[in-house]
């Protein structure tokens, strides 16, 4: 902008609150979009956040200022701290445009400045209201006026777009779909020889074996129908495959576990609990396949990086998952247990089929790229802030 003759460049605001420390996916989606973004003659980033946040994404960000914020931790404070101190925050510290990138979790209420943010997936509004578990009491009340102040919307599918649209009342024009990419040097076939098992510090996990990634989370991740469509699996094909259940608990986990626990074959159910970040190809790679079942999802990496792990997928017919995977993956009815068990069958003993989905998802996720996704990000913030 220009000031006296001289060209300042415009300051834009990074909010990291919500991202988990980079140990959730918002947080992943955060690290791969800095890695593309750098401090410019007409732009500046500083990111805002935690104190703990600091560690994670200022390396990430390439050295961009961090100024810590909101000390005290939890949903309600966080969400006060975005109410009512985050406005005078932003003015303070000149912001030309802030980013949101965890918006479906933590938008502010109000921004003195353009305000852009990421919507994830539409799990805080799953359910009816008195059964939103992912949104304390308060930001139930405020969440959807927030969304709908916000400048711009990023929805990372379409299916987030017309839920934001239909559910929460976000005018359609403040919103524009921008998918997810997938890290490709990480996420990509390999070999292994029949017979040899995996290794990850701590465990080892024997093949074969059927890979659902994702958190704990129960009921919208639809673990409990998976377990007994495992057991209708099993009973049918009397295959040795296992189940690897990878992800850290959430809500009710306990009753996922129960369920296993109770399975038939619950000898061959494996819990990873929080699995490291960077073992994740290899984990995918070794599988024989992947089911993603569940019931609401924003955009499904769980299919993306399977496909460009070289490991076909089945999937609910549910959310942003078809839209991803298209005509790649096996479809099921997500309240199912045996249509999800008959698509599983069918990838374990058709192996013709097996290899077409291979062929299909490497394909597919080709068209998935984190240069191509954090160009029109920082293409939005740029058009939010004028510039």
Avoid at 9 to 28: E, P, R
């Amino acid at each position: 902008m220009p000031s006296g003759g001289i060209l300042t460049a415009m300051k834009i605001g990074i909010d990291t609150f919500g991202c988990g420390g980079g140990n959730s996916w918002a947080g992943l989606y955060l690290s791969h979009i800095l890695k593309y973004v750098r401090n410019s003659e007409e732009l500046r980033f500083e990111l805002f956040g935690w104190e703990y946040d600091r560690y994670e994404f200022g390396e990430a960000g390439g050295g961009m200022e961090f100024i810590p914020r909101c000390f005290y931790n939890g949903k309600t404070a966080n969400a006060l701290w975005h109410i009512f101190k985050y406005p005078r925050f932003a003015r303070d510290r000149g912001y030309g445009a802030c980013f949101f990138p965890a918006a479906h979790r933590q938008p502010p209420y109000h921004s003195p400045c353009p305000s852009v943010g990421v919507i994830h997936d539409m799990v805080p509004f799953w359910g009816t209201f008195r059964t939103r578990l992912h949104l304390g009491p308060l930001l139930r009340m405020v969440m959807p006026h927030s969304l709908r102040r916000l400048d711009r919307i990023i929805a990372v599918s379409r299916w987030v777009k017309e839920q934001l649209v239909e559910v929460v009342g976000v005018k359609e024009n403040r919103i524009e779909v921008v998918p997810n990419g997938v890290d490709h040097s990480a996420f990509y076939p390999r070999e292994y020889p029949a017979g040899v098992d995996i290794a990850f510090k701590p465990f080892s996990i024997k093949r074969p074996y059927i890979l659902y990634v994702s958190r704990i989370d129960h009921p919208v991740k639809n673990h409990v129908r998976l377990i007994r469509a495992f057991d209708i699996f099993k009973e049918r094909t009397g295959l040795p495959h296992r189940l690897v259940l990878a992800g850290r608990d959430s809500t009710e986990a306990d009753r996922v576990k129960a369920a296993a626990e109770a399975a038939k074959f619950r000898g061959d159910i494996f819990f990873t609990e929080r699995f490291p970040v960077g073992g994740l190809p290899e984990l995918y790679a070794a599988a024989d396949f992947s089911v993603l079942p569940s019931l609401c999802e924003g955009f499904g990496m769980g299919v993306l990086e399977s496909m460009a792990s070289g490991i076909p997928v089945a999937c609910a017919r549910a959310g942003a998952l078809p839209e991803v995977a298209d005509n790649a993956a096996l479809y099921f009815d997500p309240e199912s247990p045996e249509d999800m068990a008959d698509r599983m069958t069918s990838l374990a003993c058709d192996r013709v089929l097996h290899a077409e989905c291979v062929r299909l998802g490497i394909e597919r996720a080709a068209a998935f790229s984190w240069d191509k996704c954090a160009e029109r990000t920082m293409a939005i913030i740029k058009e939010a802030g004028n510039l």
